[in-house]
């Protein structure tokens, strides 16, 4: 979920829990939404940095046009501004926060708990600094993140991610 608003103010934070509980579909949906893609990321093109610019691009593009959007591999970081609890789903438990990428624009991270090498979640806190390779899907702006954020590849994604936080990764 991309949140356009002060990412300081305290209602932003508030329209950010509000949007993640209300609105996002689960992951299981957009995990069969997804396996429906059959275009996939050229892998030579992940990213070796942080490059929230070309995110920022790629999320005007997927706002501005309609139909299908294909997912993106994505390198973003920034302060973290809002954790919020573990949550069950059908494909397992996942960890959310979202990570302040500048303009005033935070986009939400998904962590497969499951998958990852991590301790104990939460293993992030509001005001630590994350840097996150992922797959950014767009499904309407509502419903929109960063996800396989964990080691390992699938026969829908070709890309392993990571979140490193404050220096420590987790895969």
Excluded at 26 to 53: F, K, N
Excluded at 92 to 113: A, M
Aim: hydrophobic content about 35%; overall charge neutral; charged content about 25%.
């Amino acid at each position: 979920m991309v949140a356009r608003w002060r990412t300081g103010g305290a209602i932003g934070l508030a329209m950010a829990l509000v949007l993640q509980a209300g609105f996002a579909p689960s992951a299981d949906a957009r995990s069969r939404e997804r396996s429906r893609q059959t275009e996939m990321p050229d892998v030579a093109s992940v990213p070796s940095t942080c490059d929230d610019a070309r995110f920022l691009s790629d999320v005007e593009a997927a706002e501005s046009t309609t139909g299908r959007h294909p997912d993106r591999v994505e390198h973003v970081c920034g302060r973290v501004i809002a954790v919020s609890t573990a949550k069950r789903t059908r494909s397992g438990w996942h960890g959310y926060f979202y990570v302040d990428v500048g303009h005033g624009v935070s986009i939400r991270i998904v962590s497969d708990l499951d998958r990852m090498t991590a301790p104990s979640w939460p293993w992030v806190a509001k005001g630590d600094q994350a840097d996150v390779l992922g797959r950014y899907y767009y499904d309407s702006p509502r419903s929109q993140g960063i996800d396989w954020t964990h080691h390992g590849t699938g026969r829908n994604w070709p890309v392993e991610g990571y979140v490193i936080v404050n220096g420590t990764r987790y895969q």
